[in-house]
């Protein structure tokens, strides 16, 4: 995982009372995250936060990266007969 892209995520507890935001500013991860799973694309939000860089967006997608990656999720099994 390319630690330099991380180092675009930063934390303030002062700005979204501590979530993770992109270079201090006030532009949540949870927020690009949820609007590249709605269906924008890169340019789109680069169209829509001009200070917004390629990378910030790349650091997002490897910061949820680096908290799933080692998540385990067990199946629950439903009895077919029930």
């Known amino acids: ?3 330099d892209l991380l180092q675009r995520i930063t934390v303030d507890p002062r700005i979204f009372g501590g ?7 006030r532009l ?3 927020h690009v995250l ?3 799973a709605a269906g924008d694309d890169i340019d789109i939000l680069l169209e829509g936060y001009p200070w917004l860089e390629r990378e ?5 997608l490897a ?8 998540e385990r ?6 009895d077919a007969a029930a």
């Open 19 to 25: 979530k993770p935001i992109i270079r201090g500013r």
């Open 63 to 70: 910061y949820a990266h680096r908290l799933v990656e080692h």
């Open 1 to 3: 995982m390319n630690n």
């Open 73 to 78: 999720v067990e199946p629950l099994m439903v």
């Open 56 to 60: 910030d967006i790349l650091a997002c």
């Open 28 to 30: 949540a991860v949870e």
């Open 34 to 36: 949820g609007m590249l």
